[in-house]
């Protein structure tokens, strides 16, 4: 198998041990501040993600394989997490997303060859893609979405930073995407 597919599955094997170390045993104090005024708090990334293992990654691929351009992915529920995931321990989360990559990547590895990375599928807003654009997109997905449980962390934190703020770009982008530290 080719580079790209063994970097792309490495680092989808790293995000539940990044999620685990950063998140479990934290205190709701550190845990319940989202991103941004109108973003997710990290157990609701965490719930996004468990609903992309169940519902999104691995659906896409199969349907890539198996139906080419034919027959469009599903849409994505980007919000199913916050009524299923309602009263759930952000310690159970992470085990559950944890166990759902492990069993998604096994799967992945067992039903994609080199030959399939360029084959192509339909996305319903985006058009054609590749497996390959597909594995990409997911690990930037990750990467931004452990950016995202960063800024909630961080912004626990925001008022006690005092004059510091303005030099903690992690905060200045909560509240101005564009900022950057002076």
Same mark, same amino acid.
């Given at each position: 198998?080719?580079?790209?597919?063994?970097?792309?599955?490495?680092?989808?094997?790293?995000?539940?041990?990044?999620?685990?170390?950063?998140?479990?045993?934290?205190?709701?104090?550190?845990?319940?501040t989202?991103?941004?005024?109108?973003?997710?708090?990290?157990?609701?990334?965490?719930?996004?993600?468990?609903?992309?293992?169940?519902?999104?990654?691995?659906?896409?691929?199969?349907?890539?394989?198996?139906?080419?351009?034919?027959?469009?992915?599903?849409?994505y529920?980007?919000? +199913?997490? %916050?009524? #299923?995931?309602?009263?759930? &321990?952000?310690?159970?989360l =992470?085990?559950?997303?944890?166990? $759902?990559? !492990?069993?998604?990547?096994?799967?992945?590895?067992?039903?994609?060859?080199? +030959?399939? %990375?360029? #084959?192509?599928?339909?996305? &319903?807003?985006?058009?054609? =893609?590749?497996?390959?654009?597909? $594995?990409? !997109?997911?690990?930037?997905?990750?990467?931004?979405?452990?950016?995202?449980v960063?800024?909630?962390?961080?912004?626990?934190?925001?008022?006690?930073?005092?004059?510091w703020?303005?030099?903690?770009?992690?905060?200045?982008?909560?509240?101005?995407?564009?900022?950057?530290?002076?």
């Amino acid at each position: 198998m080719s580079e790209f597919f063994a970097d792309t599955t490495d680092l989808l094997a790293r995000t539940p041990h990044v999620l685990r170390a950063l998140l479990s045993g934290l205190p709701p104090t550190w845990t319940e501040t989202p991103d941004t005024a109108d973003g997710w708090r990290p157990r609701d990334v965490v719930g996004h993600l468990i609903t992309g293992e169940q519902t999104d990654w691995m659906n896409r691929t199969h349907r890539l394989l198996e139906h080419g351009t034919s027959r469009a992915f599903d849409r994505y529920e980007r919000f +199913a997490m %916050l009524e #299923r995931d309602a009263g759930v &321990p952000l310690d159970e989360l =992470v085990d559950r997303f944890a166990t $759902l990559r !492990a069993a998604n990547l096994a799967e992945l590895r067992s039903v994609v060859s080199e +030959a399939d %990375l360029d #084959r192509r599928g339909l996305h &319903p807003s985006l058009g054609e =893609v590749t497996l390959r654009h597909l $594995l990409a !997109a997911w690990t930037v997905h990750d990467l931004d979405h452990v950016s995202q449980v960063y800024a909630g962390l961080a912004g626990s934190r925001d008022a006690e930073v005092g004059p510091w703020k303005g030099y903690l770009g992690i905060l200045i982008r909560r509240e101005d995407p564009s900022a950057t530290p002076g």
